[in-house]
């Protein structure tokens, strides 16, 4: 048995401390399981089987199993479960590939995955003290990105800061901050032509009572030239540094969903499959590393769907910085001009549990639209994790093409 895509949009993703910010996590959840299932209006909500949903933080108003708020949210009748998962940046696609593992098994016939992040929202903590009433001062630490509340037992360097562990990767892979800023260029360019043409008008939905219809992060403006003026972030340029806040990706706001089914689920879902799940991969490296662990993530998935990479029409890759982008590009060997068509994170934004719905969206219809067989959809995830998806394109009836 076999797991299909038959659904997918999202919000727009919002900038930091932008258009989103007054909006809930749990809100934009539900916002993004709205607009799904409107696409589909035959379901019947009550079929769904479960609901699998992606989220990195969970320490804020995502709380409590932010899948089950979501749906109650949505108003999804009460005895449809929910379940949140968590692999950090690749918890949406993680969602995804658990659904379709369970579909595959006969547990489930039809499971509504997705994921939400609210960077803006995300709240500060306090270590709770070892006894009452302590003497010394309290930290409040944010919970926005990164490591937080440390176990001292971890090795040091384990625990580098995401823009230092993709310093040392450019180190070691000799990526030049010229590079890094064409491809980052290159995102924007992509994402405001896709926005242009119409391409993303099916698959983004606006958020009630908000004034945003397109992804706020891009810059149609955005050069080479232009991106060549910021400042390095996380080194000094004597120091080697070349990552800015241009060549990487900013932080956001948003949700996605994607509806998953078996092949019999099309006639209760009233509509035909998009796509089919080929094949998964997940992987793991020194957590310095974690940017270039899509590579094996991804050949693991082609290993699975029985094919190479010369049967790869599509690659939707997350875009956490540009340098293990192109890192990752590079160690596959493949045509850049396949990564990324309609422009990727570093333009559209990252809100970590909701990028992986972004993905699988995107590949998905650009595949449909190019007619090619296969596509790769893969990220990388905080302490040196990394997932992948396959893809199989259907034609409009939803036969393998």
Request: glycine share 12%.
């Amino acid at each position: 048995m076999s797991a299909f895509l038959y659904a997918a949009t999202r919000t727009p993703f919002g900038r930091f401390n932008g258009a989103l910010a007054g909006v809930r996590p749990d809100d934009l959840a539900a916002a993004a399981i709205t607009s799904t299932l409107a696409t589909v209006p035959e379901l019947d909500p009550a079929a769904i089987d479960d609901v699998v949903w992606g989220n990195a933080n969970g320490a804020g108003e995502e709380n409590r199993n932010v899948g089950r708020m979501a749906a109650l949210l949505a108003g999804l009748p009460v005895s449809v479960p929910g379940t949140t998962v968590n692999r950090l940046c690749g918890s949406g696609l993680d969602s995804a590939m658990a659904a379709s593992r369970t579909i595959e098994s006969g547990d489930a016939e039809i499971v509504l995955t997705g994921g939400v992040e609210s960077m803006t929202r995300a709240p500060w903590v306090l270590p709770k003290p070892t006894g009452p009433f302590p003497v010394g001062d309290l930290t409040a630490v944010s919970t926005t990105l990164g490591w937080r509340l440390v176990n001292p037992r971890m090795p040091e360097e384990w625990t580098v800061g995401l823009g230092e562990a993709n310093e040392l990767l450019r180190e070691r892979f000799g990526i030049s901050r010229e590079r890094q800023d064409r491809f980052a260029a290159r995102s924007h360019e992509l994402a405001h032509q896709a926005w242009e043409s119409g391409f993303y008008d099916d698959l983004v939905t606006p958020v009630a009572e908000t004034d945003l219809v397109r992804d706020e992060g891009i810059r149609a403006a955005s050069t080479p030239d232009v991106l060549a003026t910021l400042r390095t972030v996380f080194r000094s340029p004597e120091r080697g540094g070349t990552i800015t806040a241009g060549n990487a990706s900013p932080l956001n706001d948003g949700a996605s969903a994607v509806l998953l089914g078996s092949e019999g689920a099309a006639d209760t879902i009233g509509a035909a499959p998009i796509a089919r799940v080929a094949g998964r991969g997940v992987t793991a490296l020194d957590p310095r590393s974690f940017g270039f662990a899509p590579v094996e993530a991804a050949n693991r998935a082609l290993a699975r769907a029985g094919i190479g990479w010369e049967q790869v029409g599509a690659v939707e890759l997350n875009e956490a910085f540009a340098v293990q982008a192109l890192a990752c590009v590079d160690a596959w060997g493949i045509d850049p001009a396949i990564v990324n068509q309609k422009g990727g994170a570093i333009a559209i934004g990252h809100p970590l549990g909701a990028s992986g719905g972004r993905l699988l969206a995107t590949l998905a219809k650009v595949l449909r639209e190019s007619g090619r067989r296969y596509g790769v959809a893969a990220l990388c995830v905080g302490v040196g994790q990394g997932l992948a998806v396959v893809l199989e394109n259907t034609d409009d009836t939803g036969r393998l093409r």
